[in-house]
């Protein structure tokens, strides 16, 4: 085992952004451990992908400091941007190319070649369950299937920390569900600590271990989703998302709209 960082992969400090009068991140203190399914989960505008971008070296804090993998996030961003895998919001696809040559392009662009690159790729395509369909072009590709070689473009490098922003919100019920299921499986797989932002409490429940629950850029509560709910004297995650975020439903009212 590596122990380097004691354990911990990322390790916020007060990290905080704004743009101009926008409060985007407040004085964030956050330790993932290495290896965990980190679920961020945050209503939309709470400040997730703020966070993400600036943890994955591609936007500066405001204040605050953080370090990734042991590595300073502002003195030391190129080297986080090489160590980490990114899946951003809305990504980009070459629907002209097929899977692999997607997947080829991707690892060029990581300085991957040759058998190393062609071993990853095949492993990854496997792991996905794409065998079969690698070299049809990714425009026939269900959604899902977009979003899983998305996914695999992000792991191609091997990162040990990788980042996907809302792998799911823009996916139907099943199409979620197989990237729910591919995330398990890499999780299991690979000793990678997956850094997962989500509006969704199904998807937190389902896939981390670990859930903190960002805020209008405060991050609220940290735990695992029973200790959530425990603390918060609900009955699921979802109700106890609702407390927290101040949007408690009153169903019964809901319903009674005549
Ligand atoms: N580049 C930007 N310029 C100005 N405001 C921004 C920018 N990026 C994000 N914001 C604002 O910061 C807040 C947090 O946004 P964001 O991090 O995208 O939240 P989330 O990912 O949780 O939906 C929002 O109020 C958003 O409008
Ligand atoms: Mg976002």
């Not at 300073?72 to 692999?100: C, F, H, N, W």
């Not at 095949?122 to 079969?132: F, I, K, N, Q, Y």
Request: net charge negative; glycine share 10%.
């Amino acid at each position: 085992m590596t122990s380097r960082n004691n354990g911990i992969s990322i390790k916020t400090h007060l990290l905080s952004k704004t743009f101009g009068p926008v409060h985007a991140v407040r004085n964030v203190d956050l330790e993932v451990a290495s290896g965990s399914r980190f679920g961020f989960l945050g209503p939309n505008g709470a400040g997730k992908t703020t966070t993400v971008r600036m943890l994955s070296g591609l936007m500066k804090p405001t204040s605050g400091t953080a370090e990734v993998l042991g590595m300073d996030i502002l003195s030391q961003a190129s080297d986080v941007r090489k160590s980490t895998g990114l899946l951003p919001e809305s990504p980009g696809l070459y629907s002209k190319l097929s899977a692999t040559e997607f997947l080829e392009f991707i690892g060029t662009l990581n300085s991957l070649k040759g058998e190393v690159l062609h071993k990853r790729i095949d492993r990854l395509l496997s792991l996905l369950g794409l065998e079969g369909r690698q070299d049809d072009l990714l425009e026939t590709y269900s959604s899902g299937m977009k979003q899983k070689v998305l996914v695999a473009s992000a792991l191609l490098h091997e990162p040990r920390v990788v980042f996907l922003d809302e792998p799911t919100s823009r996916l139907d019920p099943s199409a979620g569900a197989l990237v729910k299921d591919l995330i398990h499986a890499l999780a299991e797989e690979m000793e990678t600590t997956f850094f997962i932002c989500t509006h969704q409490t199904s998807f937190a429940e389902d896939v981390c271990d670990i859930v903190g629950i960002i805020n209008d850029g405060a991050l609220v509560v940290v735990g695992s989703p029973a200790e959530i709910v425990t603390s918060t004297g609900v009955d699921d995650l979802e109700d106890a998302y609702l407390q927290i975020i101040g949007g408690k439903i009153d169903r019964t009212s809901l319903l009674s709209w005549r």
